[in-house]
């Protein structure tokens, strides 16, 4: 056989889980598209996010927590073994509030899921003077905010890269600009590109983002998946303003201040739009008033990899045993459960976490 | 007194008093901002928010953005302002001095 | 929003012309320029600085007072100081002016955005003190401002033409480093029958050659080895010439070996290019009157290949006839009528391309320039940096800028892009056309939050609030 795993996509989640497949010895080989493929990967907000997560499933919001529980001890062994420092800052984070109803029934639902959580889901409710306290930049019209203690944010094309380079140290076979039009088992996988190539692999992980949507049903799954895009903002370089990111604003290691996101079903368009970039800053000046004059020197769209309730899809193929499916909204933040968890669930060992609800089963036949 | 500098002006051209740094500096009024400051012995710009590096005009026509100074608190391209009376103008420090 | 037949980008030669072609034809036209004053690149504040300096600028220059005449015109609606930052559907078109956000539409738009010089990376080129040398002449141009201790780098007739300048402006150049080899000469000679039918260019550049000789400017050719030197700012220049190891003090340096079209607007808008290996460099591919594949935008000037300035006014015209015929403004056989002789000048004018591209090919050690040299000035990449994303699995510079920033900055890759993909290319082994290039959008020149903000329709929901 070529290759123990073979891993289609290479994205945050394909690599993350190479890289914990690598870490226990398997023999890995990755198949990543093109230049110009959709990926959220690159085009996605940074956040390693609990807050608001799981809000209907406890179970999502926990494997939310135990991700970002480890991630800063993945980004450092990220970053040791591959000399690249993967910037990480884990000192909560905010859902800012412009009106006492919608912070009010926000506290409501927090505390009705913390109950689920046996308590574990710090986060403090700020009016706007002690939130002003924290951001001295935040603007009149902000009444207030959630800070939650165990959110925080990363340099998501800095884990990128490090994990693009670790995967390889640890000597992945990475092949890119293939595009896996068909996979099928005739006895072992074998896996066909368009253009010509031909993998054999014992075992198959389809973690191709959107690309799943169309190789799914072709392996037996149902992966009922969708593009919805989110435009994003970057400012210039600027000084210290905002100190712990929010859903509205983060600033970023380098120093520009991140804005996002649009909430748009408009298929596979990754355009920006005036009104998107207009509406995006409005909110971000609503919030800190002195970004009224800060330039934007780019923004992007970036299509999000959806499920129908939004949360992840890990499934083992029934009609192709061995193949798994593994898709996500927010690869980000879960990267380091990938990358630790994972694995023992893919390879059946003892330690495999419980992700039943996270199987098809819940999609109802259509 | 004018600092010396690298460039020699043509033509003299009545002249305005604009704020650099704070310290007042005549200027040819309506001249380009970028090429006044040269003029006046002005090299270095700026200081790059990456390395610290110091930088000036580079192209002159608005696409290279290595002449950026800070005007009434927006960080704009020097090559593409023109000079008026009063014209305040910050010179940017590299990484965490920008005023916003 | 005030709705045109059409909208032109630039009010350059190219732009200008169309403008007066369109508007004589009855068009509605809105003419779009981020300067103050029209005339582009070439004719930069023509009209107020044609009677201060044009003895040193020459009839080529003042010359440009006819097409800003035309302009002046009903019909036309010329809007300065207009920044360009969104093309999008239905041709809306948004631009800054004045620190505040406007729009207008169009049916039709018409990019004459002209020419960036080429990236020129040399160790040392991000010194304070080295510019282009376009940027050398924009200063004697529009603001009379003149170098006293410069050496010109590089490449082409535009080095010459600025050198011959500053010569007449009595403050000649310390020395010419010159790039080219006797051999590329010998090598242009094959194209020698095109540059005869092009042979006013080929009697221009004999002269100012002259010019500058006589003024005993020391020229150095086939120079190789170049860096820049100097403590926060440039205070010399090394490179190998003839064999032998040189050093010029000087503290202004000015670059240039060609121009680029400038490509920025069409890419956002999803105008195919391709890379000419004659000109190194992406061209938007065009039919005869400046279609691109996108419906409604046309290209003319430098902006669809470079060939100068008499060649944007005539491409101009052309694709301004087009979109006259497209508009029923005009049938077809008065649109061919006006456009046959046109077409015919226009290939006169393109003959000379082919000898000046060869004799004057862009400088190869700024082609792929060292590991250690910064490539990307605004996020400070180096060309080592760029090599190793190959390594990592980068097969094109979108990659490559997601890992190393290079292209994030406020220029937009509008001084890296071409070097990104010439170094990809080479290091994994494929064409230009294969690596691709930058992922263009919005905003083609950085605006700020507050104007964009001001755009805002107040009801409009933005996010719905979920976790991103
Ligand atoms: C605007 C936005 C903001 C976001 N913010 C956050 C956030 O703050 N925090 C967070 O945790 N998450 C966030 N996300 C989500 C996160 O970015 C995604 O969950 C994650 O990037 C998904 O990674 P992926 O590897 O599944 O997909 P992708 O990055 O899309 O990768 C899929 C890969 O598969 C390849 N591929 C596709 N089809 C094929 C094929 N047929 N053959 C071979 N290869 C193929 C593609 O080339 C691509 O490289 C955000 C997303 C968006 C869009
Ligand atoms: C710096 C420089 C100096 C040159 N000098 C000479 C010379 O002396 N002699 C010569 O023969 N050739 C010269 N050239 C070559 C030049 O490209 C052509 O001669 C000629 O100017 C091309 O005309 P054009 O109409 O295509 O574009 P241009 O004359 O370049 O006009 C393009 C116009 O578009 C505007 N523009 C671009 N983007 C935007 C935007 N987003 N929003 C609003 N406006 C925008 C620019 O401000 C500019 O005025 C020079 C080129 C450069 C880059
Ligand atoms: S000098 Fe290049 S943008 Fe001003």
Redesign the pocket.
């Known amino acids: 056989m070529d290759t123990d795993y073979a891993i289609i996509g290479g994205g945050v989640v394909g690599l993350s889980v190479a890289w914990g497949l690598l870490r226990r010895g398997r023999t890995v080989t990755v198949l990543d598209g093109d230049d110009g493929s959709f990926r959220a990967s690159r085009g996605n907000f940074g956040l390693v996010w609990v807050q608001s997560k799981g809000m209907k499933q406890p179970r999502y919001a926990r494997w939310s927590q135990q991700s970002a529980a480890i991630w800063a001890d993945f980004a450092n062994e990220l970053g040791d073994a591959t000399g690249q420092n993967v910037p990480l800052e884990q000192k909560g984070g905010y859902d800012l509030h412009f009106s006492e109803e919608t912070l009010r029934a926000t506290v409501e639902q927090y505390e009705a899921l913390k109950a689920k959580l046996d308590g574990d889901y710090p986060f403090d409710v700020l009016g706007h003077n002690a939130l002003r306290k924290e951001e001295p930049h935040i603007g009149p019209k902000v009444v207030g905010a959630i800070l939650h203690h165990q959110d925080g944010h990363a340099n998501p094309l800095k884990l990128l890269q490090a994990l693009a380079a670790d995967v390889r140290r640890m000597g992945a076979r990475v092949l890119v600009g293939k595009t896996v039009t068909d996979v099928s088992k005739p006895d072992a996988f074998r896996i066909d590109c368009a253009d010509g190539t031909t993998l054999g692999a014992d075992r198959v992980i389809l973690s191709a983002g959107l690309g799943a949507a169309q190789l799914g049903p072709k392996m037996g799954f149902k992966a009922p998946i969708r593009p919805q895009r989110g435009q994003v903002l970057i400012t210039e370089k600027l000084p210290k303003l905002i100190n712990r990111p929010s859903l509205i604003a983060r600033q970023v290691d380098e120093g520009g201040i991140q804005i996002g996101a649009t909430n748009e079903e408009v298929g596979l368009d990754d355009r920006v739009t005036q009104p998107g970039l207009s509406g995006l800053a409005a909110e971000a000046i609503a919030a800190y008033p002195a970004l009224a004059k800060a330039q934007l020197v780019r923004s992007w769209g970036a299509l999000r990899v959806l499920s129908p309730d939004g949360l992840p899809i890990y499934q083992q193929s029934t009609e192709m045993p061995g193949a798994f499916l593994v898709t996500c909204h927010s690869g980000i933040t879960l990267a380091a459960a990938h990358a630790r968890f994972l694995p023992d669930w893919l390879e059946g060992t003892v330690d495999a976490p419980d992700l039943e609800v996270f199987s098809e089963a819940r999609f109802a036949v259509s | 007194m004018k600092p010396a500098s690298p460039f020699l002006e043509l033509h003299d051209c009545p002249r305005v008093t604009v704020l650099l740094d704070g310290q007042p500096l005549d200027l040819p009024e309506g001249a380009n901002l970028?090429a006044a400051l040269l003029a006046a012995g002005v090299e270095v710009f700026r200081k790059t928010p990456v390395s610290g590096a110091p930088r000036g005009?580079?192209?002159?026509?608005?696409?290279?953005?290595?002449?950026l100074v800070e005007i009434d608190g927006v960080v704009r391209?020097?090559?593409?302002v023109e000079v008026t009376a009063g014209l305040e103008v910050r010179k940017p420090d590299g990484v965490g001095d920008a005023t916003v | 929003m005030q709705r045109f037949d059409l909208a032109i980008i630039g009010a350059g030669p190219a732009g200008m012309a169309a403008a007066q072609e369109a508007a004589t034809h009855g068009l509605r036209v809105v003419l779009l320029d981020e300067q103050a004053r029209a005339g582009g690149q070439i004719y930069r504040d023509v009209d107020r600085v044609a009677d201060l300096r044009g003895d040193i600028l020459g009839p080529d220059y003042t010359d440009g007072r006819r097409l800003t005449a035309g302009i002046g015109r009903d019909g036309i609606t010329h809007v300065t100081e207009a920044v360009v930052w969104a093309i999008e559907e239905d041709f809306v078109i948004s631009f800054t002016k004045d620190g505040k956000g406007a729009q207008v539409a169009a049916d039709r738009v018409l990019l004459a955005t002209g020419a960036l010089e080429r990236p020129m990376p040399l160790p040392g080129w991000t010194l304070p003190g080295v510019m282009t040398a376009g940027?050398g002449q924009i200063l004697l141009k529009q603001s009379g401002v003149l170098a006293r201790h410069a050496v010109l780098v590089g490449s082409g007739p535009l080095l010459y033409l600025i050198a011959a300048q500053m010569v007449r402006a009595g403050t000649p150049p310390l020395a010419l480093v010159e790039t080219q080899t006797k051999a590329d000469l010998a090598r242009a000679g094959r194209h020698i029958t095109g540059a005869l039918r092009g042979w006013s260019y080929m009697l221009k550049g004999v002269k100012m050659l002259a010019e500058i000789t006589r003024a005993r400017v020391p020229r150095y050719t086939g120079a190789t080895q170049i860096t820049i030197e100097g403590e926060g700012k440039a205070e010399a220049i090394r490179f190998t010439s003839g064999g032998k190891a040189r050093r010029i003090a000087c503290d202004t340096v000015f670059l240039h070996h060609g121009v680029v079209p400038n490509t920025q607007a069409g890419r956002s808008l999803g105008v195919t290019h391709r890379w000419s290996t004659e000109q190194s460099c992406f061209v938007p591919v065009l039919d005869a009157s400046g279609g691109t594949n996108v419906p409604g935008i046309f290209i003319a000037g430098d902006g669809g290949g470079i060939a100068g300035a008499k060649a944007a006014e005539i491409a101009g015209r052309i694709a301004a006839l087009r979109v006259a015929e497209e508009a029923g403004h005009l049938t077809q056989n008065a649109r061919d009528q006006r456009a046959t002789p046109l077409l015919a000048a226009l290939a006169h004018e393109r003959a000379a391309r082919p000898f000046l591209d060869t004799a004057y090919p862009p400088c190869a050690e700024a082609l792929g320039p060292a590991d250690a040299t910064v490539i990307c000035r605004c996020e400070e990449v180096t060309a080592g940096a760029i090599r190793s994303y190959a390594g990592l699995g980068c097969l094109g510079p979108n990659q490559a800028k997601a890992f190393g920033r290079t292209g994030m900055g406020p220029c937009q890759g509008r001084y890296c892009g071409l070097t990104v993909t010439a170094l990809l290319a080479e290091t994994n082994g494929r064409t230009p056309d294969e690596t691709g290039y930058f992922r263009i959008r919005p905003p083609l020149k950085p605006v700020t939050l507050g104007e964009l903000a001001a755009m805002a329709d107040p009801d409009a929901k933005v996010s719905d609030g979920s976790d991103h």
């Open positions: 970028a005009p580079f192209c002159m026509m608005g696409a290279c953005f290595d002449c391209q020097a090559c593409m | 940027a």
